[in-house]
């Protein structure tokens, strides 16, 4: 198996160091495959994204560090949607989101879309255009985390 | 902006056995329906991070991730004949239509090949010819383009469809309701294999083609349905004479009476049944009748002619399951 990279080794990977004000947020993406053993079993991989094509699970891993002195109040990590990735779920990390192009924002069971005549229905995935995680409490000086969410290449 | 702050995403490192759990409770990947996303493009993403940390509030981006998207090789053929296409024995140019459609994401040609005698049917026809139609979805063998491979395999945009024209020649040998298969197959010239195949490089825009769900190749098959008919032709004769006896003796009549049976599924046209009058025998005049009507003796609009030693009736195109009954008299001389 090729390098398979599990999210350990994506935590590890050295934040996007940003002097100015010791808060560095890291962005990687990983290609979720299946693969089925001798047994039947199957079993989900992340690979580094090598080959991609139309199809293809994307998960992104945002990691975020506070590295400065200060804690870092009012955190927002806002991630517009690759034109060409379809929106399919963030795990269980509730984020926000929006379907308008980030005009309003919500948790995706909350919006709805207009459709042609006026009328509205449920917001899906594939409508999100906008992925937001904002913060109950400051990130205390040293904190870190990570957040995903999947994607499917359209 | 912020409506409410997200209770769910607390700043804590995410176990990574916890998430491979997770991973493992979604479903399988999706195959786009659609071409999706051009081979070539790239996939670029960026996330922002905005916070306080006492001075105001700060905007930061991420590293900014780019992706390849590589070429999909993906193709679909499918038989345009909703039906069995009818055919006759020895009959040539008989012509079943494809569609062949690129599902991948990439331009790509595809080589097209037959196969006729794959079973499953009760013969074999003999493929003369592919054409490519140029667009109007219809066969003319002027304005298509006779196929060569390797020379003019058509190359398709992700998601468009090409018209394919096989011709076929039907052997003499077959009978009514023999049924003859065809396979049109394509197969994406970059190249074909399992799923998940790819070739390193050979992908539009640079980047590798990997091989789709289809494999890379597709078939669908066309059938021809022999329509053939059989003419039976079955004449008897009945004689009156004046003597109230059926005995030939001269002076008698003699009315004959041909009955054309037409069996199959198809039909015959230009079917005609022509009669001599025989040796010392007259022609009576004005005496054929075609389903108990009377024709006239001349070459006219109607269908019978007498010229002076054959009868004549022209029945023209007549379907399995019918006959015709063609009568006329004669007198012994």
């Known amino acids: ?154 | 902006m912020m409506i409410a702050p997200v209770g769910g995403a607390k700043h804590r490192l995410l176990p990574s056995y916890s998430l491979i759990a997770l991973l493992a409770a979604f479903a399988l990947p999706v195959q786009a329906k659609a071409a999706g996303t051009r081979a070539g493009s790239t996939i670029s993403n960026t996330a922002s991070a905005s916070f306080d940390t006492g001075g105001g509030t700060t905007t930061i981006d991420s590293n900014r991730v780019d992706l390849l998207v590589d070429e999909l090789l993906d193709v679909t053929v499918d038989s345009s004949n909703p039906a069995d296409v009818p055919t006759t024995p020895g009959a040539t140019g008989q012509l079943l239509t494809f569609s062949v459609t690129n599902n991948g994401n990439g331009v790509e040609a595809f080589g097209l090949t037959t196969i006729a005698n794959a079973g499953g049917d009760n013969y074999d026809p003999a493929v003369t010819q592919i054409h490519l139609d140029n667009g109007d979805g219809l066969f003319d063998a002027g304005t298509d383009t006779l196929y060569t491979p390797g020379a003019n395999d058509p190359s398709l945009n992700p998601d468009q469809s090409i018209t394919v024209f096989v011709l076929a020649t039907t052997p003499g040998t077959v009978v009514d309701g023999n049924r003859g298969v065809v396979s049109l197959l394509a197969a994406a010239k970059t190249g074909t294999g399992d799923p998940g195949d790819s070739f390193a490089g050979q992908g539009e825009g640079g980047g590798d083609a990997v091989v789709g769900s289809t494999g890379a190749d597709g078939q669908d098959a066309g059938a021809f349905i022999v329509s053939a008919a059989t003419v039976t032709l079955v004449k008897s004769a009945v004689v009156t004479n004046s003597l109230g006896t059926t005995d030939p003796v001269p002076g008698a009549t003699i009315t004959y009476t041909i009955v054309a049976t037409v069996a199959g599924s198809g039909s015959v046209s230009g079917l005609a049944i022509t009669d001599n009058i025989p040796a010392d025998t007259s022609y009576v005049p004005s005496s054929i009748t075609l389903g108990g009507s009377g024709l006239s003796d001349a070459a006219d609009a109607d269908a019978g002619d007498y010229n002076g030693t054959r009868i004549n009736v022209a029945l023209g195109t007549v379907a399995g399951g019918q006959t015709r009954t063609v009568t006329f008299r004669t007198t012994i001389d």
Not at chain 1, 28 to 54: C, H, M, N, Y
Not at chain 1, 75 to 89: G, H, L, Q
């Open chain 1, 1 to 154: 198996m090729r390098t398979v990279l599990f999210l350990l080794l994506a935590m590890l990977t050295p934040g996007h160091a940003l002097a100015a004000n010791q808060v560095a947020l890291d962005n990687a993406v990983f290609v979720e495959r299946v693969s089925t053993d001798a047994q039947g079993k199957q079993k989900i991989l992340l690979e580094e994204p090598k080959v991609v094509v139309p199809g293809d699970r994307l998960v992104f891993v945002l990691n975020y560090r506070n590295a400065g002195a200060q804690p870092a109040d009012k955190f927002v990590i806002t991630n517009p949607m690759p034109s060409a990735v379809r929106f399919a779920d963030a795990g269980d990390t509730r984020p926000f989101v929006s379907v308008d192009g980030g005009k309003q924002w919500g948790l995706l069971a909350d919006l709805s879309v207009p459709m042609e005549g006026g009328s509205r229905r449920a917001a899906q995935p594939a409508d999100v255009t906008h992925v937001r995680w904002a913060f109950q409490k400051p990130i205390p000086v040293g904190g870190t985390g990570n957040l995903m969410f999947r994607g499917v290449v359209k």
